[in-house]
Nanobody, 124 residues
C-alpha cells in the first residue's frame, strides 16, 4: 500500500517555528517526481504553499516567501517544510502531495497521492 504520512504539526505562538515532515512509503514506489505542501484554512480553498522538483528546485506562494523553506531527502522519500516567523494567518491543515512513479512490474505509472493532513495552529 502506498501512502504519504505527515508529521510535525501543532500549536505555537506567532513568531514561532514548526517543521513538517512527510514520508512516502510503499513497496512499489520506483521514484518520486515533484513533492509539495498545500494548506486549507477553515472556509477557504486548498492552496499551494510550496513545491519542490526531484532535482531540488523550489517555488513558494507569495504569502510564505522568505519565511518557509521546502526541502527533500530523496533517499528517505521525505519532504520537509520549515516554517519560521509563523503568523495566525498560517493556521490551517497542511497536506503533503507527491507525484510517485509506481512499478507495476511490466510498466511504471505516475500517480498523485495526498497525505491525510496535519493541523497547524498559530496563536496571536
Amino acid at each position: 500500500q502506498v501512502q504519504l504520512v505527515e508529521s510535525g504539526g501543532g500549536l505555537v505562538q506567532a513568531g514561532g517555528s514548526l517543521r513538517l515532515s512527510c514520508v512516502a512509503s510503499g513497496r512499489i514506489i520506483s521514484s518520486i517526481n515533484d513533492m509539495a505542501w498545500y494548506r486549507q484554512a477553515p472556509g477557504k480553498q486548498r492552496e499551494l504553499v510550496a513545491a519542490i522538483t526531484r532535482g531540488g528546485s523550489p517555488n513558494y506562494a507569495d504569502s510564505v516567501q522568505g519565511r518557509f523553506t521546502i526541502s527533500r531527502d530523496n533517499a528517505k522519500n521525505t519532504v520537509y517544510l520549515q516554517m519560521n516567523t509563523l503568523e495566525p494567518e498560517d493556521t490551517a491543515v497542511y497536506y503533503c502531495n507527491a507525484n510517485l512513479n509506481l512499478n507495476y512490474g511490466l510498466k511504471i505509472m505516475a500517480r498523485d497521492f495526498w497525505g491525510e493532513g496535519t493541523q497547524v495552529t498559530i496563536s496571536s
